[in-house]
């Protein structure tokens, strides 16, 4: 099957951070809090309103990619 760009967006950072033991929880710092210049000049934003559950389930999903 094709992948998508988000995918390859997420293998990325699957790759970076893969054996990282505190990479779920940065992760999840990140996505709540937005980032900027770790990937490029494009800003991540934001997303205060999402659960901690909700989080940690995304940040695991990017961990989770694999070639």
């Known amino acids: 099957?094709?992948?998508r760009s988000s995918?390859?967006?997420y293998l990325a950072v699957a790759d970076k951070y893969?054996?990282?033991k505190d990479a779920?929880?940065?992760l999840v710092q990140s996505i709540q809090n937005g980032s900027k210049g770790k990937w490029g000049r494009i800003p991540m934003p934001p997303h205060p309103?999402?659960?901690q559950d909700d989080l940690k389930t995304v940040?695991?999903?990017v961990l989770s990619m694999k070639p």
């Open 1 to 3: 099957p094709t992948r």
């Open 7 to 9: 995918d390859l967006a």
């Open 18 to 20: 893969r054996g990282d």
């Open 24 to 26: 779920v929880a940065g």
């Open 49 to 51: 309103s999402m659960s």
């Open 59 to 61: 940040a695991r999903y």
